[in-house]
T-cell receptor, first 113, second 110 residues
Framework: SQTIHQWPATLVQPVGSPLSLECTVEGTSNPNLYWYRQAAGRGLQLLFYSVGIGQISSEVPQNLSASRPQDRQFILSSKKLLLSDSGFYLC????????????FGPGTRLTVT | DAKTTQPPSMDCAEGRAANLPCNHSTISGNEYVYWYRQIHSQGPQYIIHGLKNNETNEMASLIITEDRKSSTLILPHATLRDTAVYYCIVPTDSWGKLQFGAGTQVVVTP
Protein backbone atom coordinates (compact mmCIF):
# COMPACT_ATOMS: atom_id res chain seq x y z
CA SER A 1 0.00 0.00 0.00
CA GLN A 2 1.02 3.58 -0.51
CA THR A 3 2.50 5.59 2.33
CA ILE A 4 3.53 9.21 2.53
CA HIS A 5 6.05 10.47 5.06
CA GLN A 6 6.80 13.97 6.18
CA TRP A 7 9.33 15.25 8.64
CA PRO A 8 9.79 16.85 10.97
CA ALA A 9 6.35 16.83 12.58
CA THR A 10 6.92 20.17 14.31
CA LEU A 11 9.52 22.85 13.85
CA VAL A 12 10.27 26.16 15.51
CA GLN A 13 12.62 28.40 13.57
CA PRO A 14 13.76 32.02 14.00
CA VAL A 15 13.06 34.63 11.37
CA GLY A 16 15.78 34.67 8.74
CA SER A 17 16.80 31.06 9.21
CA PRO A 18 16.69 28.50 6.38
CA LEU A 19 14.07 25.80 6.01
CA SER A 20 14.01 22.32 4.55
CA LEU A 21 10.96 20.07 4.78
CA GLU A 22 11.03 16.64 3.22
CA CYS A 23 8.30 14.43 1.87
CA THR A 24 8.66 10.90 0.55
CA VAL A 25 6.13 8.54 -0.94
CA GLU A 26 6.28 4.75 -0.91
CA GLY A 27 4.36 2.18 -2.88
CA THR A 28 3.74 4.09 -6.08
CA SER A 29 5.64 5.27 -9.12
CA ASN A 30 5.52 8.57 -11.00
CA PRO A 31 3.19 10.26 -8.55
CA ASN A 32 2.14 13.86 -8.87
CA LEU A 33 3.36 15.59 -5.74
CA TYR A 34 2.02 18.68 -4.03
CA TRP A 35 2.89 21.07 -1.21
CA TYR A 36 0.05 22.82 0.60
CA ARG A 37 0.10 25.31 3.44
CA GLN A 38 -2.59 26.08 5.95
CA ALA A 39 -2.17 29.19 8.06
CA ALA A 40 -3.82 29.20 11.46
CA GLY A 41 -7.60 29.37 11.07
CA ARG A 42 -7.37 29.51 7.29
CA GLY A 43 -7.98 27.22 4.37
CA LEU A 44 -5.54 25.07 2.44
CA GLN A 45 -3.42 26.86 -0.11
CA LEU A 46 -1.65 24.99 -2.91
CA LEU A 47 1.98 26.13 -3.05
CA PHE A 48 3.76 23.85 -5.52
CA TYR A 49 3.08 20.79 -7.59
CA SER A 50 5.30 18.45 -9.55
CA VAL A 51 4.49 15.96 -12.27
CA GLY A 52 8.00 14.52 -12.52
CA ILE A 53 11.61 14.73 -11.43
CA GLY A 54 12.88 18.28 -11.74
CA GLN A 55 9.48 19.59 -12.85
CA ILE A 56 8.08 22.12 -10.41
CA SER A 57 5.18 24.50 -10.84
CA SER A 58 4.54 27.31 -8.41
CA GLU A 59 1.01 28.39 -7.68
CA VAL A 60 1.69 31.55 -5.72
CA PRO A 61 4.65 33.89 -5.44
CA GLN A 62 6.30 33.49 -2.11
CA ASN A 63 9.41 33.12 -0.05
CA LEU A 64 9.56 29.37 -0.64
CA SER A 65 10.89 27.01 -3.28
CA ALA A 66 10.44 23.34 -4.02
CA SER A 67 12.56 20.62 -5.56
CA ARG A 68 12.04 17.05 -6.65
CA PRO A 69 15.42 15.32 -6.79
CA GLN A 70 13.94 11.82 -6.98
CA ASP A 71 10.68 10.34 -8.26
CA ARG A 72 9.17 9.95 -4.81
CA GLN A 73 10.87 12.77 -2.94
CA PHE A 74 9.63 16.34 -2.68
CA ILE A 75 11.42 19.05 -0.73
CA LEU A 76 10.18 22.45 0.38
CA SER A 77 12.83 25.05 1.15
CA SER A 78 13.43 28.61 2.09
CA LYS A 79 16.66 30.58 2.37
CA LYS A 80 15.28 33.04 4.91
CA LEU A 81 12.06 32.43 6.78
CA LEU A 82 9.51 35.16 7.41
CA LEU A 83 6.98 35.31 10.23
CA SER A 84 4.26 34.84 7.61
CA ASP A 85 5.72 31.45 6.69
CA SER A 86 4.30 29.97 9.88
CA GLY A 87 1.66 27.35 9.26
CA PHE A 88 0.80 23.73 8.73
CA TYR A 89 2.61 22.31 5.70
CA LEU A 90 1.15 19.30 3.98
CA CYS A 91 2.57 17.12 1.26
CA UNK A 92 0.21 15.15 -0.95
CA UNK A 93 0.37 12.79 -3.90
CA UNK A 94 -1.89 11.62 -6.67
CA UNK A 95 -1.63 9.59 -9.85
CA UNK A 96 -4.16 11.48 -11.96
CA UNK A 97 -7.83 12.25 -11.89
CA UNK A 98 -9.68 9.01 -12.56
CA UNK A 99 -7.84 6.96 -9.99
CA UNK A 100 -5.89 9.84 -8.63
CA UNK A 101 -6.81 10.62 -5.13
CA UNK A 102 -5.11 13.27 -3.08
CA UNK A 103 -3.50 11.42 -0.24
CA PHE A 104 -1.99 13.71 2.34
CA GLY A 105 0.91 13.26 4.68
CA PRO A 106 0.76 13.93 8.42
CA GLY A 107 2.02 17.48 7.98
CA THR A 108 4.68 19.68 9.53
CA ARG A 109 3.65 22.43 11.89
CA LEU A 110 6.10 25.31 11.43
CA THR A 111 6.33 28.22 13.83
CA VAL A 112 8.58 31.09 12.85
CA THR A 113 9.55 33.22 15.83
CA ASP B 1 -11.18 24.40 -10.97
CA ALA B 2 -14.91 24.34 -11.50
CA LYS B 3 -16.47 26.48 -8.79
CA THR B 4 -18.21 24.62 -6.01
CA THR B 5 -20.63 26.03 -3.48
CA GLN B 6 -21.19 24.49 -0.07
CA PRO B 7 -23.06 25.67 3.01
CA PRO B 8 -20.61 27.05 5.58
CA SER B 9 -21.83 24.86 8.41
CA MET B 10 -24.31 22.24 9.48
CA ASP B 11 -25.11 20.27 12.59
CA CYS B 12 -26.02 16.63 12.77
CA ALA B 13 -27.20 14.41 15.60
CA GLU B 14 -25.09 11.40 16.41
CA GLY B 15 -26.44 8.26 14.76
CA ARG B 16 -28.39 10.17 12.14
CA ALA B 17 -27.51 10.49 8.49
CA ALA B 18 -25.64 13.63 7.49
CA ASN B 19 -26.42 14.92 4.00
CA LEU B 20 -23.89 17.42 2.73
CA PRO B 21 -24.83 19.30 -0.43
CA CYS B 22 -22.51 20.74 -3.05
CA ASN B 23 -23.33 22.75 -6.15
CA HIS B 24 -21.00 22.57 -9.14
CA SER B 25 -23.14 23.97 -11.93
CA THR B 26 -20.18 24.70 -14.24
CA ILE B 27 -18.86 21.15 -14.19
CA SER B 28 -18.03 19.68 -17.57
CA GLY B 29 -18.58 16.16 -18.81
CA ASN B 30 -15.23 14.64 -17.93
CA GLU B 31 -14.68 16.28 -14.55
CA TYR B 32 -14.85 14.27 -11.37
CA VAL B 33 -16.33 15.33 -8.06
CA TYR B 34 -14.11 14.64 -5.07
CA TRP B 35 -14.92 14.85 -1.38
CA TYR B 36 -12.41 15.26 1.43
CA ARG B 37 -12.62 16.08 5.07
CA GLN B 38 -10.22 17.66 7.51
CA ILE B 39 -10.42 16.90 11.16
CA HIS B 40 -8.93 19.59 13.36
CA SER B 41 -5.12 19.71 13.27
CA GLN B 42 -4.86 16.87 10.76
CA GLY B 43 -4.27 16.70 7.03
CA PRO B 44 -7.23 16.27 4.68
CA GLN B 45 -8.59 12.77 4.26
CA TYR B 46 -9.97 11.45 1.00
CA ILE B 47 -13.55 10.25 1.32
CA ILE B 48 -14.98 9.42 -2.09
CA HIS B 49 -15.14 10.55 -5.70
CA GLY B 50 -17.40 10.05 -8.69
CA LEU B 51 -18.06 11.02 -12.27
CA LYS B 52 -21.66 10.19 -13.17
CA ASN B 53 -22.86 7.23 -11.19
CA ASN B 54 -23.58 7.17 -7.50
CA GLU B 55 -20.75 5.76 -5.47
CA THR B 56 -20.53 4.08 -2.08
CA ASN B 57 -17.63 3.00 0.06
CA GLU B 58 -17.06 2.17 3.70
CA MET B 59 -17.06 5.83 4.68
CA ALA B 60 -19.85 7.43 2.72
CA SER B 61 -22.14 7.54 -0.30
CA LEU B 62 -21.99 10.06 -3.10
CA ILE B 63 -25.13 10.95 -4.98
CA ILE B 64 -24.61 12.92 -8.20
CA THR B 65 -27.61 14.44 -9.94
CA GLU B 66 -28.35 13.39 -13.49
CA ASP B 67 -27.31 16.78 -14.86
CA ARG B 68 -24.17 16.58 -12.67
CA LYS B 69 -24.65 20.11 -11.45
CA SER B 70 -24.84 19.11 -7.83
CA SER B 71 -23.98 16.26 -5.53
CA THR B 72 -24.64 15.12 -2.00
CA LEU B 73 -22.28 13.37 0.34
CA ILE B 74 -24.08 11.09 2.75
CA LEU B 75 -22.60 9.93 6.02
CA PRO B 76 -25.10 7.20 6.88
CA HIS B 77 -24.64 7.09 10.64
CA ALA B 78 -22.76 10.12 11.87
CA THR B 79 -20.49 9.73 14.87
CA LEU B 80 -18.74 12.33 16.98
CA ARG B 81 -15.54 11.50 15.10
CA ASP B 82 -17.14 12.73 11.89
CA THR B 83 -16.94 16.31 13.15
CA ALA B 84 -14.75 17.99 10.55
CA VAL B 85 -14.64 20.41 7.63
CA TYR B 86 -15.89 18.69 4.49
CA TYR B 87 -14.67 19.82 1.10
CA CYS B 88 -16.28 19.25 -2.27
CA ILE B 89 -13.77 19.72 -5.10
CA VAL B 90 -13.96 19.49 -8.86
CA PRO B 91 -10.38 19.47 -10.14
CA THR B 92 -10.19 20.63 -13.72
CA ASP B 93 -6.48 20.30 -14.15
CA SER B 94 -5.27 17.02 -15.63
CA TRP B 95 -2.55 16.89 -13.02
CA GLY B 96 -5.11 16.46 -10.29
CA LYS B 97 -4.45 19.69 -8.46
CA LEU B 98 -6.90 20.14 -5.65
CA GLN B 99 -8.01 23.69 -4.86
CA PHE B 100 -9.70 23.76 -1.49
CA GLY B 101 -12.49 26.23 -0.78
CA ALA B 102 -13.99 27.01 2.60
CA GLY B 103 -15.90 23.73 2.86
CA THR B 104 -18.71 22.85 5.25
CA GLN B 105 -18.01 22.68 8.97
CA VAL B 106 -19.97 19.69 10.22
CA VAL B 107 -20.53 19.33 13.94
CA VAL B 108 -21.96 16.04 15.18
CA THR B 109 -23.64 16.40 18.53
CA PRO B 110 -24.54 13.69 21.06
Amino acid sequence: SQTIHQWPATLVQPVGSPLSLECTVEGTSNPNLYWYRQAAGRGLQLLFYSVGIGQISSEVPQNLSASRPQDRQFILSSKKLLLSDSGFYLCAWSVGLAGGLGYFGPGTRLTVT
Amino acid sequence: DAKTTQPPSMDCAEGRAANLPCNHSTISGNEYVYWYRQIHSQGPQYIIHGLKNNETNEMASLIITEDRKSSTLILPHATLRDTAVYYCIVPTDSWGKLQFGAGTQVVVTP
